[in-house]
């Protein structure tokens, strides 16, 4: 039992990587008049769905330019949690053509569906892109979302977590 | 429940509040409110706990780091200290392109007021702690040119109470009995050969003492903090709807702010109370001396600094403290040739500007943005069309965050 769950922790820790982060051939793309901060989304055919939290943050805002953690949770479309997949993470400025200066870690925390994205900064404010590749057995989705760092007090629309 | 007879008069309040409310901001949208309220430096705060320095907010210790921080003993030629270059009547830098200690640098002075609240300091952010970017100079040939044998002897000579004060007791050694020029060094140099020599627990003890000049010097800086500014008083007015503060700008310097967190896109980079997020660009500044390859060269060495965040020297617990260092997406490829980005406050009193004294007004600095922008000359520069006229009002606007305790500091 004890084995399994150390094989597991190894396994998973693995399983989260970043995203290349090359913007190289990308073009800046203008921010849209309206820009959907919602922190739950479905992936890009729908397999999973995810939400995230800032940890440890009352109001839920994003803080700019502050190295901060997000708790991360994702669901199967019918609505089991899922552990164990692999996560990989890009973020970007399409104004900016960049992303973060940090290189966040994700792991899996053990409980069900919920994973521990540390190193997360958003050194500037304005919209912000963030794209999670989850992948379950082969099946892989993209999960994105949009952020308005710095410009007020987005909340979250969506407790679940 | 509102009684329907009144709500004429309910609804005449509420447009005559709307009417006000429009005034009193100063047409700011909601958006641009948080801007600039982001801005304010009421929002600095008080600085955050430093846990690679125990000793960070140690009042004795930052007397000594003050003293310290003035003493020209510790440099080669007994004519260099810290304050040298970082002048207290000039925003603590200097005048000059290029930083002069007891040889010249490549790069110019950096202020280090509010610089504590940074995560990375030099001009590439090599050092990760203020008290390791304290050290770094004094062992610099080319700044203070000493040892730290020879700050341990400085410190036993001539601060042995206020040390033993501050810090434990000195430890039982004699640094006079070791060669004044010892210290470790990457070159088979005679200092390097005269440092493997000293026993290793001695070497101990002397890197200790070291370390502890460094957290003092480190602990001093951190008392140095911006004043507010004529921004400020006007962020207040926005923020609070305080009618009569909104009179603390002219009409110029209002079209410089609103082109400083609009269309000049300035406060992409420049944002937080300092005006800094304290992070590396590639802003396409014309080199001056050779290629300076900025934060590149050195993004892979942060960590395996002898002094880093990390160390055995820090105070800090490197698995759960340190984050700045433990997340760092050390890619040469996205830091070639970036530099800082230095804080606005108190700008406009300390030319000249950029990593190497550029330029000598802002008025260039700025010049040099429009005709970079959206060039290959610069990785990450958007300023869209920005006119003379436009150029002169954000002029304007930075000559507004000058500390109004500091309003005729460098003229």
């Known amino acids: 039992m004890e084995r399994n769950a150390i ?25 849209p008049d309206k820009v959907n901060t919602s922190t739950t989304a479905a992936s890009s055919k729908g397999v999973f769905t995810a939400s995230y939290r800032v940890k440890n943050a009352e109001r839920q805002v994003i803080p700019l330019n502050t190295i901060h953690s997000w708790q991360l949770h994702v669901n199967a479309q019918e609505g089991t949690s899922l552990s164990g997949l692999q996560v990989q993470f890009s973020s970007t400025m399409p104004e900016h053509l960049h992303g973060m200066t940090t290189k966040p870690k994700i792991s899996s925390t053990g409980s069900s569906g919920q994973y521990l994205m540390e190193g997360m900064n958003f050194h500037m404010p304005g919209w912000w892109e963030i794209t999670l590749k989850l992948s379950n057995d082969g099946v892989e989705d993209f999960v994105h979302f949009n952020l308005l760092v710095g410009e007020g007090e987005h909340r979250h629309n969506n407790n679940k977590s | 429940m509102i009684n329907i007879r009144l709500l004429p008069a309910l609804l005449l309040l509420v447009s005559c509040n709307v009417s ?21 430096i009421d929002n600095l705060g008080p600085l955050a706990l430093d846990p690679s320095n125990k000793y960070a907010d140690s009042p004795i210790v930052a007397k000594l780091g003050k003293k310290i921080f003035n003493d020209q003993r510790f440099s080669v030629n007994s004519k260099v200290s810290c304050s040298s270059c970082h002048q207290k009547n000039y925003n603590f830098t200097d005048k000059l392109m290029q930083a002069k200690g007891v040889g010249l640098t490549s790069r110019r002075s950096m202020s280090i007021v509010g610089v504590a609240y940074q995560r990375w300091f030099f001009w590439d952010g090599r050092n990760d702690s203020l008290w390791s970017q304290a050290l770094a100079p004094l062992e610099n040939a080319v700044e203070h040119g000493i040892s730290r044998t020879r700050v341990a002897q400085l410190i036993f000579k ?47 003890h002397i890197t200790r003492i070291f370390v502890n000049t460094g957290k003092a010097i480190a602990a001093f800086v951190r008392t140095l903090k911006p004043a507010p500014a004529l921004f400020d008083i006007y962020a207040r007015a926005v923020v609070s709807d305080d009618s009569p503060g909104l009179n603390s700008l002219n009409a110029q310097q209002k079209k410089g702010l609103r082109l400083f ?72 490829a996205r830091y070639l040739r970036a530099f800082k980005t230095p804080s606005l406050r108190d700008v406009a009193t300390r030319p000249p500007y950029m990593h190497a004294g550029q330029f000598d007004t802002l008025s260039g600095v700025l010049k040099h943005y429009r005709q970079i922008s959206g060039t290959e000359l610069a990785d990450e520069v958007f300023h869209d069309h920005i006119t003379d006229e436009d150029i002169d009002q954000l002029v304007a606007f930075l000559n507004t965050l000058t500390s109004l305790n500091n309003i005729n500091a460098g003229q």
């Open chain 1, 7 to 31: 094989i597991l922790c190894i396994g998973l820790l693995i399983s989260s990587q970043v995203l290349a982060n090359d913007t190289v051939g990308e073009v800046v793309r203008q921010r």
């Open chain 2, 20 to 40: 006000a409310g429009s005034r009193v901001l100063d047409n700011w949208t909601s958006t641009e409110r948080v801007l600039i309220s982001s801005l304010l």
């Open chain 2, 158 to 204: 001539h601060y042995r109470k206020v040390y033993q004060q501050a810090f434990d007791k000195l430890p039982n050694i004699t640094p006079d009995n070791y060669p004044v020029t010892a210290r470790p060094d990457n070159n088979d140099t005679v200092s390097h050969q005269q440092w493997l020599a000293i026993p290793d627990r001695d070497k101990e």
């Open chain 2, 261 to 332: 967190i609009g269309k000049g896109k300035c406060i992409n980079c420049h944002n937080g109370p300092l005006l800094s997020n304290g992070e590396f660009h590639h802003i396409g500044v014309p080199d001056k001396i050779g290629t300076d390859f900025g934060r590149s060269i050195i993004i892979n060495n942060i960590i395996n600094n002898e002094f880093s965040c990390m160390s055995q020297w820090s105070d800090a617990d490197p698995k759960t403290d340190c984050a700045h260092v433990r997340f760092l997406d050390a890619d040469v």
